[in-house]
C-alpha cells in the first residue's frame, strides 16, 4: 500500500464525519419530538437517545484518532526505505489503541453535538412550558405572530427561515442555505462577509461560526402548522 492511498483513504475516512454530524443532529431532532409529545416525562427514551448521541461522539473520536496514529506513524517512515512500511500496520494499530485508551466519557461529553443534544432538550422543554402558560393567559395573538414574524425571518432571503443557522459570535440566525452562498461568493472574491442582520457590527462571518439550531427550526415548524391553521 502506498502512502498516497493511505492519505485518500484518509480524507474517505474524514468524509465520514460530515455524516456522523448528521446523524447527530437527528438524533437531537428526535429527542425534541419526544419533548414536544411528552414533555420531559419519557426520561427513558431521552436516556437512550443520548446513549446514541454518545456513540456518535466516540465513532467520531475514534476517526480523529485513527487518522491522528497514520499521520504520526507515516510522517516517520516518509523518509526511510520501503522496508519499514511493513511495521507501519502494526505500529498504527498501536498507537490508535493508546490514544483510544486515553479517551474518558467527560471528553466523548464534549463534543459540540452533544452539548447541543443536552441544551436543546433543556432548550425546548422550557419553551414547550412557556408555551402552555402563554396559551392559559390568552396572550394578544397578534402581538405573539408580529414577534415571532420578526425573530423567524431571514434577513437575506426576507422569508421565514427554512433551516436556522445560528452565528455564534453576534447570535443572529439566517437561513443555511443562503448564508453559505453568501460567504462563499465572497470568499471566493477574496472578501469578507459582514453579517447582513441591520446594526451588526460583525464583519467577518466565517462558515464554522454557524450551528444549525434545531429547537430555532422546530419553533418554526410549528409556527407555521398554527398559521397555516387559522
Ligand atoms: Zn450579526
Do not use: W
Not at 1 to 14: F, H
Not at 29 to 47: F, P
Not at 158 to 184: G, S, T
Request: with cysteine; hydrophobic share 35%.
Amino acid at each position: 500500500m502506498s502512502l498516497s492511498s493511505v492519505q485518500s483513504t484518509l480524507s474517505t475516512l474524514k468524509s465520514c464525519q460530515t455524516d456522523i454530524e448528521a446523524c447527530m443532529d437527528m438524533v437531537s431532532d428526535v429527542a425534541l419530538g419526544i419533548v414536544e409529545a411528552q414533555g420531559m416525562d419519557n426520561s427513558q427514551a431521552l436516556k437512550k437517545l443520548e446513549e446514541m448521541i454518545m456513540e456518535c461522539s466516540r465513532l467520531d473520536r475514534e476517526i480523529n484518532c485513527f487518522v491522528e496514529s497514520v499521520d504520526e506513524m507515516t510522517a516517520q517512515v516518509r523518509n526511510e526505505p520501503p522496508e519499514a512500511m511493513v511495521h507501519l500496520r502494526n505500529s498504527v494499530k498501536e498507537h490508535f489503541t493508546e490514544l483510544m485508551a486515553g479517551v474518558t466519557d467527560a471528553e466523548l461529553q464534549r463534543h459540540s453535538k452533544v452539548i447541543s443534544f443536552k441544551d436543546n432538550v433543556r432548550k425546548y422543554a422550557m419553551h414547550a412550558g412557556q408555551t402552555a402558560a402563554e396559551n392559559q393567559e390568552e396572550l394578544d395573538e397578534d402581538i405573539a405572530v408580529t414577534q415571532s414574524q420578526t425573530n423567524f425571518t431571514c434577513p437575506l432571503t426576507q422569508v421565514e427561515m427554512v433551516n436556522p443557522v445560528k452565528n455564534k459570535k453576534c447570535n443572529h440566525y439566517y437561513d443555511r442555505e443562503a448564508i453559505l452562498e453568501m460567504i462563499k461568493a465572497r470568499h471566493k472574491n477574496k472578501k469578507k462577509f459582514r453579517c447582513p442582520k441591520v446594526g451588526c457590527g460583525n464583519t467577518d462571518v466565517q462558515e464554522s461560526d454557524l450551528e444549525l439550531d434545531l429547537v430555532m427550526k422546530r419553533m418554526i415548524q410549528n409556527h407555521k402548522r398554527q398559521t397555516g391553521k387559522t
